[in-house]
């Protein structure tokens, strides 16, 4: 055994061998967390535009009414708003995410299975909550013209698949 460690043969392939191990190591560590970067600023774009729709909805809404006879009426305001809210969350149903509208930190209308969640805590960017051990992608928008909030939330084990793929490629590789 002695003479193995000693000869010029173990001395050359070795620190060789220990190296090529430091380096994949390091590049597995490094191209996961690429991967998982990736997959995490696809889940911001699709949220950016989800939002860009719920805001278009909402300005659309807005303008439809401000040139309506019933632009000073308080409860056509109501009623329009409300319709508003409900064709947000249906279109975020359509788009298989969970979603509310919030007017302040009270709901004004929101997806089936919407987590209750503080509104407040919900800054514009892409975040991941959990929420009773589940964990969300979150992302919100305000539309200030009413004071709203739209809250997009897809539950991060809908992305599992994608993560796995990422350590499937990674370990094969």
């Given at each position: 055994?002695?003479?193995?460690?000693?000869?010029?043969?173990?001395?050359?392939?070795?620190?060789?061998?220990?190296?090529?191990?430091?380096?994949?190591?390091?590049?597995?560590?490094?191209?996961?967390?690429?991967?998982?970067?990736?997959?995490?600023?696809?889940?911001?774009?699709?949220?950016?535009?989800?939002?860009?729709?719920?805001?278009?909805?909402?300005?659309?809404?807005?303008?439809?009414?401000?040139?309506?006879?019933?632009?000073?009426?308080?409860?056509?305001?109501?009623i329009k708003k409300i319709k508003t809210a409900r064709k947000i969350t249906d279109y975020f149903s359509d788009q298989k995410v969970l979603g509310a509208v919030?007017?302040?930190?009270?709901?004004?209308?929101?997806?089936?299975?919407?987590?209750?969640?503080?509104?407040?805590?919900?800054?514009?960017?892409?975040?991941?909550?959990?929420?009773?051990?589940?964990?969300?992608?979150?992302?919100?928008?305000?539309?200030?013209?009413?004071?709203?909030?739209f809250i997009i939330l897809k539950r991060h084990e809908d992305y599992e698949e994608h993560f796995d793929n990422v350590d499937a490629i990674v370990n094969y590789?």
């Amino acid at each position: 055994m002695k003479k193995i460690f000693n000869s010029i043969i173990f001395r050359l392939v070795a620190p060789i061998l220990i190296l090529l191990a430091i380096a994949s190591w390091f590049l597995y560590v490094e191209t996961k967390s690429q991967l998982h970067e990736i997959i995490e600023e696809t889940v911001n774009t699709e949220f950016q535009h989800l939002s860009k729709e719920a805001y278009a909805i909402s300005e659309s809404s807005l303008n439809s009414l401000l040139q309506s006879e019933n632009r000073k009426n308080k409860i056509a305001l109501r009623i329009k708003k409300i319709k508003t809210a409900r064709k947000i969350t249906d279109y975020f149903s359509d788009q298989k995410v969970l979603g509310a509208v919030f007017d302040g930190n009270k709901i004004v209308a929101e997806s089936k299975k919407f987590p209750s969640i503080d509104a407040s805590l919900m800054t514009g960017a892409l975040v991941t909550l959990i929420h009773q051990e589940k964990q969300y992608f979150a992302y919100s928008i305000e539309f200030a013209p009413w004071n709203w909030k739209f809250i997009i939330l897809k539950r991060h084990e809908d992305y599992e698949e994608h993560f796995d793929n990422v350590d499937a490629i990674v370990n094969y590789a």
